[in-house]
C-alpha cells in the first residue's frame, strides 16, 4: 500500500520568513495529494491540494509543488503570520482508490 | 465545501463502557470515513461507512469494537465499545462528494477513558 513520509516533524520560522515542508510518496500511481492544516481543539481543515497533472499550485501565501518522477510534494508558506501557526499533515491517494493516506504531521510555529 | 459536525464534541468516560458518536453532513455524500488520532499523532484511518451496508474496516480494527452505522447520505455513527485508556484519542468524520476527490473534516470528538 501507499506510504507517505514528511519532514520535518517540527519547524520553527521567523514571523515574515518561508515555510517549507516536504512529502514523499511510495506509489507512483497516486495522483492527488492533499494538505491540512489543524489548529490546537480542531478538525483538519483543506488548505490546498494538487493533482498528478499540474506541477504546482498557488493561493495567495501558500503553494505545493509536485515532483512525480521523484515522487514528492512540498508545501510553501511565504510571508508566514503567528497564525499559521499549526500542525500540517500531506496525504496521498491513489487513482481507483477512495482512501487517502496521511503523513506524520510537522508542527510549525512561527516566532513573532 | 461540505460542513461536518460531530456530537459529543469531548467526553471522559470508564473503562468497559461504549460511547457512540454522531457524525452529520449538511448535503448527500457517497463516502464517509471515521478516523481516528491519538495524542500527539497522524490520522489512522479506522473504517469507510457504506450506505445500506456494512462498514469497511482497516487492518487493525474490528467490527464488534467500532461499530457503525450509516442509515443515509447525510449521517454516521462510530460506537467505541468496551472501552479502554487506550481508546483516548481524538475520533474524527470525513465526508467525500462523488464528483470531487476532497476530503472534509468533521470538528472531531475528543474522548478520554479513565
Known amino acids: 500500500g501507499e506510504n507517505v513520509e514528511q519532514h520535518p516533524s517540527t519547524l520553527s520560522v521567523q514571523e515574515g520568513d518561508s515555510a517549507v515542508i516536504k512529502c514523499t510518496y511510495s506509489d507512483s500511481a497516486s495522483n492527488y495529494f492533499p494538505w491540512y492544516k489543524q489548529e490546537l481543539g480542531k478538525g483538519p481543515q483543506l488548505i490546498i491540494d494538487i493533482r498528478s497533472n499540474v506541477g504546482e499550485k498557488k493561493d495567495q501565501r501558500i503553494a505545493v509543488t509536485l515532483n512525480k518522477t521523484a515522487k514528492h510534494f512540498s508545501l510553501h508558506i511565504t510571508e508566514t503570520q503567528p497564525e499559521d501557526s499549526a500542525v500540517y499533515f500531506c496525504?496521498?491517494?491513489?487513482?481507483?482508490?477512495?482512501?487517502?493516506?496521511f503523513g506524520t504531521g510537522t508542527r510549525l510555529t512561527i516566532i513573532p | 465545501s461540505a460542513v461536518i459536525s460531530q456530537k459529543p464534541s469531548r467526553d471522559i468516560c470508564q473503562r468497559g463502557t461504549s460511547l457512540t458518536i454522531q457524525c452529520q453532513v449538511d448535503?448527500?455524500?457517497?463516502?464517509m470515513f471515521w478516523y481516528r488520532q491519538q495524542p500527539g499523532q497522524s490520522l489512522t484511518l479506522i473504517a469507510t461507512a457504506n450506505q445500506g451496508s456494512e462498514a469497511t474496516y482497516e487492518s487493525g480494527f474490528v467490527i464488534d469494537k467500532f461499530p457503525i452505522s450509516r442509515p443515509n447520505l447525510t449521517f454516521s455513527t462510530l460506537t467505541v465499545s468496551n472501552m479502554s485508556p487506550e481508546d483516548s484519542s481524538i475520533y474524527l468524520c470525513?465526508?467525500?462528494?462523488?464528483?470531487?476527490?476532497?476530503?472534509?473534516f468533521g470538528p472531531g470528538t475528543r474522548l478520554l477513558v479513565l
Open positions: 470525513t465526508s467525500q462528494t462523488p464528483n470531487k476527490e476532497t476530503q472534509y
Open positions: 448535503s448527500q455524500v457517497t463516502m
Open positions: 496525504a496521498a491517494r491513489s487513482f481507483g482508490n477512495e482512501k487517502l493516506t
